[in-house]
Structures are given as C-alpha cells and as structure tokens.
C-alpha cells in the first residue's frame, strides 16, 4: 500500500507540470567560436547568423575569434567545452584540409564533433593579370606544360583553400605549377597586378572588385556551377576538369555528446535562418550564398571532404611547419 501511495504521489507531482529534467534550453548566452580575425569572410557569416539565432532562440548568442592554425584553435575550444548547445564552432573547409595536416591535433574533425547544419558557401576563383595573354584555362594549362618553371600561382598560405585548390588542377591537369604562399589573399593579388606571378587563386569576396575594375581577369570559378556574382565564368569543371569541386563551405558544428535535442533545435533556427532573405542578402554581398543541410547530411559531408583533402595532400605531398 505505502508503494502504492507513493507511485500516485509521483504520478501527480509530474501531472501537475514539474520538470525532472534539465532546464529548458536556451536559457543563457550561446557562444560560437570562429577561427579567423573580425572581418573576415567567416567572422562576417557567423555574425550574420548570430543575430538571427539571437532574435529566434530569445537569448544573447555572440562571436568570438579565436584565429589560428586554420581554425584548429578555435576548434579546440570548442572541442573541450561542456556538451550543453552553448558552445559552438563555425567550421569551415579549412578543417577538413587541416585535418590532415596537422599532425598532433587534441581531436579528429570528422569524428569528434557533433554536426549541427551547413549553411552557406562561396567559391574561390582563378585569376590572371588583366593584360595576360592566357584567355581560358586551357591556356593556363598550355603554359604551364611548355613552361613548367616559369609559371607559378599564388594565394593566401599553405593549406588554405586555395592553395588546395591549386594542388587539385595540377594533380588533374598533371603539371607543376609553383606554388608562392602569402600571409593574406590581397597581397597575393597585388603582386598578380605588378606581374610577380602568373596566376591567383583567391577566394571570390576578396577578387570581386579587382575583376570588375578590370585589374585581374577571371578564367574559372571552383565550385561546381558557376557563381551568381560572376555568370560568365565558367567552372573548372566545365574546363575540361569534370567533377572538380573546392567550395568553400560553412558549418555549425558542436561537442560531440551535445543531445540530439539541442541538436535538432540549433539545426531548425539555423534551417529558418538560412531560408530568410535578409540572411541571403547579407552573404550574398560577401560573396557567398546561403544554403541549408541538415545534420546528418552534413555529417556525411564532412567524412567525404576530409577523405578528399586527404589523398589531395598525400598525393602532392603538400606539408606545414
């Protein structure tokens, strides 16, 4: 009987609206960590979502930058945080190549976190000096047979995005361009202009308006269909280098034992931000474009980029100090 009773008095207490479980989520600030400066095109993306998130989740939800090591700093951090939603990292392209560069990293990117949604991209773009004689990549790919010393290509520093992508063209196009690492993609550009290099390989934000004040010309873009900002410039893919793809991809990403619940909530905000035009117009004007894949598909995503960067890497025997 006294069992009884107490099974009632049970049965009532959570009748009546009492919550055993933990408090319902969000119910503070939610931070999320990118690995690059303020201003940067992924800094810009993340603040652009955190405002959104802030304004649909009723809490604060603020950026901070923890640059380095191709965001394996920022990614560390998050990566030994509590398992709460409250801590989270904008992940991007540069920890999948990263992944496979270093090699002492506290974590592995693929396995170690939990995915969240991805939710935009942008493509880097191959340039040349306005006044070369090289029209298409095609012509590039001539040069660099006849000449292969004297052509070379820069961008914004080993590992990076596009210097992968330079890699990629020469492992499919079966040349040795040289690469030339620079510490940021404008200095690259400038010496592109002051006839330093043959090529550039830059991420679009960042060449835009060099191609529309008609300083560097565009011979493709690497994403596989062609940019919305530059619809007269053919993909790489097109260019005779079919299935040739290094978009580059943003992503939330969260500790691993996060709760699927936290997980599913963060993946619908971030789901309703992406499909809001504001959010679309504020990319859009950083050279990217917003886009939504959910949590298990970008999970896949980011085991097939990983991979890709990998046989990339050991293939050109690319490394970092």
């Not at 998050?78 to 990292?89: I, M």
């Not at 196009?173 to 200095?187: E, F, R, V």
């Amino acid at each position: 009987m006294y069992i009884f009773r107490k099974l009632i008095y049970c049965w009532m207490i959570f009748s009546s609206g009492f919550v055993f479980s933990q408090e319902a989520y969000p119910n503070k600030p939610i931070k999320i960590f990118v690995g690059f400066p303020a201003g940067t095109s992924t800094d810009i993306i993340a603040r652009v979502y955190a405002q959104n998130l802030s304004e649909t989740l009723k809490v604060p939800v603020v950026v901070e930058n923890k640059a380095g090591a191709s965001s394996n700093i920022a990614a560390e951090i998050v990566f030994n945080s509590e398992p709460n939603g409250y801590t989270l990292l904008l992940g991007t392209i540069a920890n999948s190549i990263s992944a496979n560069l270093y090699k002492n990293l506290e974590f592995n990117f693929a396995n170690d976190f939990a995915p969240i949604a991805m939710v935009g991209s942008a493509t880097t773009v191959l340039v040349v000096k306005a006044g070369s004689n090289i029209s298409n990549v095609q012509d590039l790919i001539n040069l660099a047979k006849s000449n292969p010393k004297d052509v070379s290509y820069g961008s914004a520093g080993i590992g990076t995005a596009p210097h992968m992508a330079g890699e990629l063209l020469n492992l499919m196009a079966g040349t040795s361009m040289l690469h030339i690492p620079y510490k940021g993609n404008n200095q690259a550009i400038t010496d592109l202009i002051g006839g330093q290099l043959t090529a550039v390989f830059t991420p679009l934000p960042t060449a835009i308006n060099f191609i529309r004040d008609g300083k560097v010309k565009a011979l493709a873009v690497t994403a596989p269909k062609r940019s919305s900002q530059l619809p007269d410039v053919p993909t790489l893919s097109e260019s005779g280098f079919s299935g040739f793809d290094t978009s580059i991809w943003y992503g939330f990403l969260a500790p691993k034992k996060t709760p699927r619940a936290v997980i599913g909530q963060l993946s619908e905000a971030l789901k309703k931000a992406s499909n809001t035009p504001g959010v679309k117009a504020q990319l859009n004007t950083n050279g990217a474009e917003a886009s939504y894949a959910g949590s298990d598909e970008f999970g896949k995503y980011i085991q097939s980029e990983t991979q890709k960067w990998q046989k990339v890497i050991e293939k050109s025997k690319v490394t970092i100090e």
